[in-house]
């Protein structure tokens, strides 16, 4: 009587070269390139944005401001969610972002020195900073608002911020880029 195989030489065959794949994978995973900072943290740094003395950056859900001479990165915002695409103001005085902080997109602007950020906007769609007019006075961003199709294209919009940044809310004109 002959014994039963349990694997065929194929099969067995196939485990090994898959063994032998998972073991190189482990044993050159650190050889990969990732960027690392001296003291060895992984750079996650997005959206960089320059004024005329600083740097402003996205980094772990937060914005983070670091003067261009080099130094120690401060955080500007520290709330709950998630924020992205910081902007300068022509003078380098304000940041305007899209924050995630209601389930909603939207823009936002605080103090390069920091703050408490003021919302610009409450459309239930996303609204995601472009930038600022060249006057200062406005802040640009696009969003699906006005568009008749479900997955419309984007449309460029305008925020007036002069009256949200002295304090008077809400913010009382907003205009379509596109006629």
């Known amino acids: 009587m002959s014994k039963p195989k349990v694997f ?5 065959r196939l485990l090994i070269v898959f063994a032998a794949l998972a073991i190189s994978g482990f044993l050159f995973a650190d050889l990969t390139v990732r960027p690392k900072a001296e003291n060895g943290q992984t750079r996650l740094l997005r959206a960089p944005t320059v004024s005329g003395t600083q740097i402003a950056f996205a980094y772990a859900n937060n914005i983070w401001v670091v003067p261009r001479a080099g130094g ?3 955080r500007v915002t520290s ?6 695409n910081p902007h300068f103001s022509p003078d380098g005085r304000w940041i305007a972002f899209s924050g995630e902080y209601a389930g909603n997109l939207d823009v936002y602007v605080v103090a390069a020195e920091g703050g408490e950020p003021r919302r610009l906007t409450w459309h239930p769609g996303a609204d995601t900073v472009q930038g600022w007019t060249p006057d200062g ?6 969003s699906t608002r006005a568009t008749w199709a479900p997955s419309g294209a984007p449309r460029f919009w305008t ?3 002069l009256a949200v940044i002295r304090g ?3 913010p009382t004109e907003l ?3 596109i006629a």
Do not use: E, Y
Request: charged content about 15%.
């Open 159 to 161: 925020v007036r911020c």
């Open 8 to 12: 065929s030489q194929d099969c067995v």
């Open 137 to 142: 006075k406005a802040i640009m961003f696009s």
């Open 168 to 170: 008077k809310f809400p």
């Open 79 to 84: 709330f709950q969610g998630q924020t992205t």
């Open 175 to 177: 205009t379509s880029l």
């Open 72 to 74: 120690m990165a401060r």
